[in-house]
């Protein structure tokens, strides 16, 4: 056989190895889902001390017949850094493995249910949820057939409805989405206060639009106790909360395309990159009425949100972005992550004068947009 055979025949079975790679890769998601439903970052955390397989099976519990599957799945999960692994040896002539222990990594540390509240483990579990996933399952027949363009997302096509009309009619989705979200701000707020405290001075009042249950509203009203802070949200979303979810902010069921209350500031998280152009643009003309009253006293309106190719050089980051780009295209209409110039397009079309871009935020950054 030729060099140039071998060589041809080696680059198939690379490239082989590269496509199994990237069709198996949901069973890394499945597996850390897997792990998040049994229990094992809350049951490693608690444990205090690196845990061997034995007591983690015990400690679950699971069959012990089923103790090597488990050790397998930790195999995988230590192979993709969501676990570290020692062992521990007796020294002498030979070493001799005495136990193979577990820890949690920076990952799955952020898994921890009483971690400070900043626990994502309502995050990943929604994400990872069958109403969120089968919509897969239908993108190439949205895309491809002329009966599915009725239907503006592979979402739709899957459940029969947009995914607001689901939520408004499924409430464990709705319970659950809302979570999500929320784990989401608690994650994230306790840092945006920490950078970025200065975008927050002098603002008497706040309104988070789209603010869910309130978790980041209850955040920065604890960090800034002067400041007037209003969550407005759909009604099947603030209807019926809690009074302890409701300590210090208020709670507004309203439509933000139709009003959106008189401000020094509106706060949209992760609102923007669920609508189109024409629908955000709407969104950012009624924050500017909002807020038009305070623009000579600092008024503006303050977005967390995704800035595509922010980060070009880390390839982790751009392609965590770009899956959630492709995750809004199926599950939200016209849903999208933007690049810088996209936004600019957008708040010039809002008739804003001005913004600025600080990406401090991980995969997303802080924009501040002026009247």
């Keep these: 056989m030729a060099l140039a055979d071998v060589e041809s025949s080696d680059q198939r079975l690379e490239a082989q190895a590269r496509l199994w790679n990237h069709l198996f890769s949901y069973v890394n998601s499945m597996s850390l889902k897997c792990a998040v439903e049994m229990g094992i970052p809350d049951i490693i955390h608690n444990h205090g001390k690196p845990i061997s397989l034995s007591d983690l099976a015990s400690a679950i519990p699971i069959p012990v017949a089923k103790t090597d599957h488990l050790h ?8 993709t850094g969501m676990l570290s692994v020692s062992e521990e040896k007796q020294k002498g002539e030979t070493e001799k493995v005495e136990e193979i222990t577990y820890s949690l990594t920076p990952a799955t540390s952020l898994l921890v249910k009483d971690k400070n509240n900043e626990c994502l483990s ?8 069958s109403s969120l996933m089968n919509p897969w399952l239908f993108l190439s027949q949205w895309f491809t057939k002329v009966g599915a363009s009725t239907h503006t997302t592979a979402f739709e096509l899957c ?6 009309e689901y939520a408004n009619r499924a409430p464990e989705f709705n319970h659950a989405f809302n979570e999500a979200m929320a784990s989401d701000s608690q994650f994230l707020m306790s840092t945006l ?16 639009v789209g603010g869910g249950t ?13 400041m007037r802070v209003t969550v407005l949200d759909l009604p099947h979303v603030v209807v019926g909360l809690p009074a302890d979810l409701s300590a210090g902010v208020n709670f507004e069921g309203g439509d933000m395309f139709q009003w959106i209350p ?6 949209l998280k992760w609102i923007l990159h669920e609508g189109n152009d024409e629908e955000c643009v709407k969104i950012l003309q009624k924050c500017k009425e909002a807020i038009f009253p305070t623009k000579d006293r600092g008024g503006k309106v303050i977005i967390v949100d995704m800035v595509l190719n922010s980060n070009k050089s880390d390839h982790m980051f751009t392609e965590t972005q770009l899956f959630t780009d492709l995750l809004l295209c199926t599950h939200f209409t016209g849903g ?36």
């Excluded at 206060?193 to 988070?208: E, Q, W």
């Excluded at 309130?214 to 002067?226: I, K, V």
């Excluded at 708040?347 to 871009?357: C, H, L, T």
């Design 159 to 164: 459940h029969g409805k947009k995914i607001w």
């Design 72 to 79: 397998r799945l930790l195999r995988l999960l230590v192979h």
């Design 262 to 267: 008189p401000t020094d500031a509106v706060f």
């Design 336 to 371: 999208k992550e933007r690049e810088e110039g996209q936004w600019k397009k957008l708040f010039q079309d809002a008739g804003f004068s001005g913004y600025k871009i600080t990406p401090i935020l991980g995969l997303r950054s802080l924009i501040e947009v002026f009247p």
């Design 214 to 226: 309130g978790a980041a509203a209850r955040a920065l009203a604890g960090a800034f106790p002067n």
């Design 122 to 129: 309502p995050f990943l579990l929604m994400m990872l949820d």
């Design 193 to 208: 206060i920490t950078k970025c405290a200065h975008v927050f001075d002098g603002l008497n009042s706040l309104v988070d």
